[in-house]
């Protein structure tokens, strides 16, 4: 509430006195510095609690800003894992492809290896019976001559006092007997290889030195009657000391 003041009251007044209410101004200024000291605190408690706010949220981020930091550096490491297990399985790729396509090419090689070998096969087939048709008709014919030479055969062994047998892989065996005056029963023989063009004499018993020289003459004439003659008449010759009076000397 204002007061109003006298000025001409209070210079009537013999003593005069002004009331400055100092009372009221002191407790005004302690009401105005309590005010003021209580705004103060509550800026500063305002003012840290923003800032403890703040740090927190600062921290926060921080925090998540290190977590997403983690977070990207683990899909880096993660990610150039990958390049390299791509590029690894790339390499593997490349390399599967490439073996693919040798064994591709080996199987083809093969393949026509195979081919023709088949091929060889077939023609070895067609062959071999084109020579089993020939050599039966071989054996046909050579049964028929043998057919139509087995008296002579038996006739030729008869004079000669020999016997004439087949051996394996195309040889002769001819033995002679009457051969050894001395010993009638001592048995002369060789054995005539007949499965090549030139015949062969692969074994005489016993050895006969002049054997060579006719086997020569065999293949000159091809003829083997005419051979076994001369054979037995080298064995009696050998045996004997002297030719056979009962053989011609040539055919």
Do not use: W
Request: glycine residues 2%.
């Amino acid at each position: 509430m204002a007061h109003t003041f006298d000025l001409k009251a209070t210079l009537s007044d013999p003593n005069p006195r002004i009331d400055l209410r100092i009372s009221a101004y002191e407790e005004s200024s302690q009401n105005f510095l309590k005010a003021l000291n209580s705004y103060k605190n509550r800026s500063i408690a305002h003012i840290t609690d923003k800032r403890e706010k703040e740090a927190a949220e600062i921290k926060k981020l921080q925090d998540k800003t290190h977590k997403v930091e983690t977070e990207t550096n683990k899909c880096k490491v993660q990610e150039i894992e990958l390049m390299n297990t791509l590029e690894r399985e790339q390499a593997e790729r490349k390399n599967a492809e490439i073996a693919v396509a040798t064994f591709k090419r080996q199987i083809t090689s093969l393949q026509e290896r195979s081919a023709t070998i088949q091929a060889q096969i077939d023609e070895y087939r067609a062959l071999v019976s084109s020579l089993k048709r020939d050599k039966g008709k071989e054996r046909s014919t050579l049964n028929s001559h043998s057919s139509n030479l087995a008296p002579e055969l038996h006739a030729f062994e008869n004079i000669l006092a020999c016997s004439i047998d087949g051996l394996e892989k195309e040889q002769l065996l001819i033995s002679f007997r009457c051969v050894d005056v001395s010993d009638p029963d001592r048995e002369f023989s060789f054995i005539l290889d007949v499965s090549a063009s030139n015949y062969k004499v692969l074994k005489t018993s016993p050895p006969l030195p002049s054997c060579p020289l006719l086997v020569d003459k065999l293949n000159t004439t091809g003829d083997i009657f005419a051979f076994i003659i001369q054979i037995r008449q080298e064995f009696y010759r050998l045996a004997n000391g002297e030719d056979d009076p009962g053989l011609s000397s040539s055919i």
